[in-house]
């Protein structure tokens, strides 16, 4: 009798006890690439259907006026700090500008420390080499590639846990296959799954399922100025922006078949406009600039049972708020070691006492490019921008009404608030220009021609370094050089990705570094074609360089002293019309 009282009594405990899967609910985070605010059917556009990212909104809430950066990277570090990215050692998309300092804690590195399994599928865009790596910022598991733009989106050369591997079919299927196998294994613990999608980011490549729809389309909604938009860029990032809809399907489906949606926090947003003037209503801006179109963002956010299905958000907030609020929903511990911008949304996304959310600034800043840097101030009801011009989001969302002369003290307050952001990042992004790439921190160090520079007659494939390769190498004076520091002194064995047309075999290339010196001949032709030309829908420019398949030679030992310098790779020999393209210098740690 008594024994079988204290089975009733831990049975009835087992039922009533809180699990820690019960106590802290799974997080998963979708983030889409380019993808405007006006890019989703629930936002009004009717050129296209998103059923399933619509379906967030209807049964979790809309953020209405959700702030992110004017380009890529930025957007992911604000998002991994809760911090305005100039303050994080972020001030460009590629050349090592992209990369986030070591000292910033990350949220999967608050996640991770808060009992969570970690992972990150797709684009990480926040540092290559080991440290900045994924798998060294909090996330155990990471599946994508760590550079800006992406040549090609099929079959295409991926990075799992620091290893050069081959996808398998469209990029972001493939993506959304290793996120539903990762929920799968974890399934039963907490986990935080973050799927940065590289869509609708060009190239405009897109299967022909989901093509077919737009090939032909006539579209009901343009761009404001219809002149500007390219229809050919329009179908293809509508088709894109589907195909994502239909993996996101996948997810939520998946969460529905494990029984785990009840339990998961559901995240979706954008790091960026629109990539293509297109319908974003009538807003002002697109991607790159600091303007309301350029930096307003879709945002979505499910938990069923917590967050009141329909709920719309009016409050201004942004990518900042992110790691505050899920720390705060998640009860996960998050003290941070530097002064955060944002704060978090649980008032606000629960209701209470939402009369008292304190007014606030949310800065937009644009440190990339040629000019000088810009910085925009929104407010509830205003916008300044850069030329010191105010508008009125509330009465002119389509800022076309400069109202400074009738405000001049918001415009003074605003000012000086921009000012003093402008004066206190530029020294953190002065500084972050003078960071090397780091050797020696992981058993192989990747060094991709975009974090190289080419001389004399060499070139990159393409105007934008980060898919980019090393060609047209015909001189003995021509060289690549890449601005590094090794942490860890010792022999590294020198591997180069490359391609040799067979007239160039023969050609022999050395790799110094701090006076010492390792060389070896290519001796195998290997020249295949370029790829992805044909699978483009709209031209891509120069934007982006096609890909082919490079093969390894080994160009021997190297032995390298723990200090910064200039890896030269030159070619000393050339037999033939000329020597050897390059996408990879691969170093490898010797035992």
């Not at 608050?110 to 540092?127: C, D, E, P, R």
């Not at 002065?430 to 990747?446: H, I, L, M, N």
């Not at 570094?513 to 030309?533: I, R, Y």
Request: proline share 6%; charged share 20%.
């Amino acid at each position: 009798m008594i024994c079988r009282l204290l089975s009733l009594i831990a049975l009835s405990l087992a039922f009533s006890a809180p699990t820690a899967q019960a106590a802290q609910p799974n997080v998963l985070v979708i983030l889409a690439d380019d993808q405007g605010w006006g890019d989703l059917s629930v936002n009004g556009n009717t050129n296209l259907a998103t059923p399933n990212i619509d379906s967030l909104a209807r049964d979790g809430a809309m953020l209405d006026r959700f702030y992110v950066c004017p380009v890529c990277a930025p957007t992911r570090s604000e998002f991994m700090t809760a911090r305005f990215y100039g303050r994080t050692g972020v001030h460009g998309v590629s050349t090592g500008q992209e990369r986030l300092n070591l000292d910033e804690t990350t949220i999967a590195q608050v996640f991770k420390a808060g009992g969570y399994s970690t992972a990150a599928f797709g684009k990480w865009h926040n540092g290559m080499q080991s440290p900045y790596h994924p798998n060294d910022r909090g996330f155990e598991e990471f599946y994508g590639f760590c550079s800006g733009h992406w040549g090609h989106y099929f079959d295409t050369d991926m990075d799992h846990n620091g290893q050069l591997v081959k996808g398998k079919g469209f990029i972001i299927d493939d993506l959304t296959d290793h996120a539903l196998a990762f929920i799968d294994q974890h399934k039963d613990r907490p986990f935080f799954c973050y799927v940065p999608y590289n869509t609708p980011h060009s190239p405009m490549q897109v299967p022909d399922k989901f093509y077919q729809k737009f090939a032909n389309a006539d579209l009901k909604l343009r761009a404001k100025d219809e002149s500007q938009e390219d229809l050919l860029h329009t179908r293809a990032a509508l088709a894109m922006c589907e195909n994502i809809d239909w993996n996101v399907g996948r997810l939520l489906k998946h969460l529905d078949d494990l029984k785990l949606a009840e339990n998961t926090i559901v995240i979706y947003f954008s790091d960026n406009g629109p990539n293509g003037w297109r319908w974003n209503d009538r807003m002002k801006g697109r991607k790159g600039t600091v303007d309301e179109g350029g930096v307003r963002s879709p945002f979505m956010i499910r938990w069923p049972g917590k967050i009141k299905a329909g709920l719309k958000v009016p409050q201004i907030a942004g990518a900042i708020d992110l790691l505050p609020t899920l720390s705060e929903l998640c009860a996960v511990d998050f003290r941070p070691s530097k002064p955060i911008d944002g704060r978090s949304l649980k008032p606000l996304l629960f209701e209470e006492n939402t009369a008292t959310w304190p007014e606030r600034q949310i800065l937009s800043l644009r440190t990339g490019g040629k000019g000088p840097m810009q910085v925009s101030v929104r407010t509830q009801q205003y916008r300044l921008d850069p030329t010191g011009a105010l508008f009125d989001m509330v009465a002119d969302p389509e800022q076309e009404k400069n109202i400074a002369a009738q405000h001049a003290d918001e415009v003074s307050h605003l000012t000086a608030i921009a000012k003093n952001f402008a004066n206190e990042v530029s020294t953190v992004v002065q500084a972050s220009k003078d960071r090397p790439y780091t050797v020696g921190y992981s058993d192989v160090t990747p060094l991709p021609a975009r974090d190289g520079e080419p001389h004399g007659g060499l070139q990159r494939s393409a105007r934008a370094p980060n898919c980019s390769f090393f060609t047209h190498w015909t001189s003995t004076d021509d060289s690549a050089t890449w601005d590094i520091e090794v942490g860890t002194a010792g022999d590294y064995e020198v591997i180069a990705y490359q391609t040799c047309a067979a007239a160039n075999v023969g050609v022999e290339m050395q790799v110094s570094f701090e006076g010492q010196t390792t060389s070896a001949k290519v001796t195998e032709a290997w020249d295949p074609a370029l790829v992805g030309e044909s699978a483009d829908r709209s031209s891509r420019g120069n934007s982006e360089s096609y890909v082919k398949d490079f093969r390894p030679v080994s160009l021997g030992t190297l032995k390298m002293a723990k200090a910064r310098g200039l890896l030269t790779l030159r070619a000393t020999q050339i037999p033939g019309p000329g020597a050897i393209d390059v996408r990879y210098l691969m170093l490898k740690k010797l035992k």
